[in-house]
């Protein structure tokens, strides 16, 4: 048998369930670690500038392809709380990440020992494992372990907290004959599935909602095969966006009460049936319960089987993978079509493409300073499908979700349930690490943006480059609308005039003198006809250059994006004009029919 420490042990097992990059911080209590990571070879390690910032990238790179995990790495005390954000975000979008922290020795944990705390106990509310291993000899079985649960059926993160001297310790283990563990994904049964489409096909005017488990699952292009023999129109989540894509027949749109299209609402509210696959039912895309599922008879499939009834009871169940599901849809379904069985949904499925045409927002505006939707507009010219659109919160995103076209499974890549504030920097890092050969645009607001600008560092160093939109009202901008219904606008303004940069105004930071200092590019634009040019400039800098380029357009201090104020799918509340011209919205999927 080989000896080696636990340290090595650990690292050998990462390189064999398939990791290839990591992103960390290292510190005195994780030292061990990064020494047998050296020692290893492999693992291409990026030094991150802040611990959270390393476990958004690790988020990131997990999210961009099918199969991969992340691997976040720090020290001992803050390094691991400073980790749960990114666990949080994690857990609350299925995404699994391995987060792996130093501890002080086995014998002085209990001590108040110097950055000596109970991180598996901080971490458990937010993983599926955490653990602190107190014998070197159960290493291997927690890295095994920690990898067959974030596989397993509803994917997640785990934390693995390894004290300094169980890390030095040497141990028996033979690399060479290491395996990983069985996956375990539930899967529906032929009679489940022939049940719900038997429902499906007695319905009206069905639509099938697809999540992010559909993307989880590398399910997207079984999801357009059984949307097609069906007929049945697709409404994409937030977290499915590019399940099925933005110009196809049977993309219905989005639904909801932020992140939503006007013809998604419009077409939703004239269901009758709703198959959903791989979705949790988010707040943000129901609304009020009575309205969402009044009048309409609902399925629900999800790989985690406590899903199923959490937010409503649905008329039936059934616990499966996203796959597995509708591998045996397409199975089923063909049989029936090819035996005539199938209901013709054709004018069903013209009559969401007719709202299409017809329920449209305006994203064309000549004002100064720069209004956000033209902002957008532009990028849809700019960026081609092929793009990977990274983002998390605030009116940006939301505006961004409204007007922007995405194609592809993984080329919308956003936080939800958790949308912690300056994830899409370091989020847009790890996406580029992922995958090098395809341009990733990343889209926040001033206050996102500011949160973790240092990240931006990282992509200088390690040349990733991307192009960052940066939208700048000087604004928290959804607080401060939101504050409306409590008729304040009370510290959200983020506006100062700038004695270093005075042609600001009021615009306060200087984005692109910060963006400079940490060795990228920047381009401010305060004229709307320059946007066009100003992103395609960033592009070729970034290519030049190998480092992040930040694209900043000043805009408009207030803009009330469309969305509801009384929680209501159905009265979603449009702040800006609406189109009625074909130029009004001259990237639009569909051109409009007024």
């Known amino acids: 048998m080989a000896r080696m420490t636990a340290a090595r042990a650990a690292v050998e097992i990462l390189r064999r369930e398939g990791v290839t990059d990591a992103f960390g911080v290292p510190g005195a209590a994780i030292n061990p670690f990064y020494a047998a990571l050296k020692a290893s070879g492999g693992i291409t390690h990026t030094l991150a500038r802040h611990v959270e910032g390393a476990s958004h990238m690790a988020e990131g ?28 975000s994690a857990i609350g979008d299925s995404i699994p990440i391995l987060c792996i922290t130093g501890q002080a020795p086995t014998g002085v944990i209990h001590k108040e020992d110097f950055q000596a705390v109970d991180i598996a106990a901080i971490a458990r509310p937010v993983t599926k494992m955490a653990m602190t291993v107190l014998e070197a000899a159960q290493v291997p079985g927690a890295f095994q372990q920690a990898f067959h649960l974030m596989r397993s059926g509803r994917p997640g993160p785990v934390l693995i907290d390894l004290p300094v001297d169980v890390q030095l310790t040497e141990i028996e283990f033979d690399p060479d004959t290491y395996a990983p563990l069985p996956v375990y994904r539930p899967a529906a049964s032929r009679a489940q599935i022939e049940k719900a489409l038997g429902m499906l096909n007695a319905a009206e005017r069905p639509l099938i909602v697809a999540g992010g488990g559909v993307i989880n699952a590398d399910a997207a292009e079984t999801l357009v095969r059984f949307a097609e023999l069906t007929g049945t129109p697709v409404v994409p989540t937030l977290m499915g966006w590019g399940a099925i894509p933005d110009d196809h027949e049977l993309n219905a749109g989005m ?10 609402n419009a077409t939703f509210l004239e269901s009758d049936f709703v198959l959903g696959i791989g979705n949790r039912w988010a707040n943000r895309h ?45 199975e089923v379904a063909g049989e029936l079509r090819a035996e005539g069985r199938l209901p013709d949904r054709s004018p069903w499925a013209a009559a969401t493409q007719e709202k299409r045409a017809a329920l449209q ?46 194609h592809r499974p993984r080329h919308w890549i956003n936080c939800g349930q958790a949308g912690p504030l300056g994830w899409t920097v370091p989020a847009a890092l790890g996406v580029a690490k992922a995958d090098p050969a395809t341009p990733v645009v990343a889209l926040s607001g001033d206050y ?3 949160f973790m600008i240092e990240e931006l560092a990282v992509g200088a160093q390690h040349k990733i480059p991307y192009v960052h939109v940066l939208v700048n009202n000087a604004y928290l901008g959804l607080i401060r609308q939101a504050q409306r219904a409590f008729g304040i606008d ?23 003198k910060v963006a400079e200092g940490l060795g990228c590019k920047a381009i401010r634009v305060t004229d709307p006809d320059e946007l066009g040019s100003a992103l395609e400039q960033a592009g070729k800098l970034a290519a030049e250059y190998r480092v992040p380029v930040v694209v900043e357009a000043i805009l408009e201090r207030v803009t009330n994006i469309a969305m509801s104020t009384t929680n209501d799918i159905g009265d979603v509340v449009e702040f800006e004009e609406t189109a009625t011209e074909p130029w009004h919205a001259p990237t639009s999927i569909r051109t409009l029919k007024p």
């Open 448 to 450: 996102d943006f500011q």
């Open 255 to 264: 639904v909801g009460l932020q992140t939503s299209h006007r013809y998604g």
């Open 61 to 88: 790179y997990t999210r961009t392809r099918p199969g991969n995990i992340g691997v976040c790495v720090g020290t001992s005390g803050p390094a691991g709380t400073d980790m749960i954000t990114g666990l949080y």
């Open 286 to 330: 129901t609304g009020r319960l009575d309205v969402y599922t009044a009048g309409r008879t609902f399925v629900h499939i999800d790989i985690e089987p406590t899903q199923i009834g959490r937010i409503f009871a649905p008329d039936y169940g059934i616990t499966s993978d996203a796959r597995a599901a509708l591998e045996l849809f397409v």
């Open 361 to 406: 927002r305006r994203t064309h505006f000549d004002d100064t300073p720069i209004k956000p939707q033209r902002v957008y507009q532009e990028m849809n010219r700019a960026f081609g499908p092929e793009t990977r659109y990274v983002s998390t919160i605030g009116l940006s995103q939301i505006a961004g979700a409204q007007l922007l076209h995405v």
């Open 490 to 512: 009370f510290q959200v303004s983020l506006g100062f005039e700038n004695v270093n940069t005075p042609e600001l105004g009021v615009y306060g930071v200087d984005h692109v």
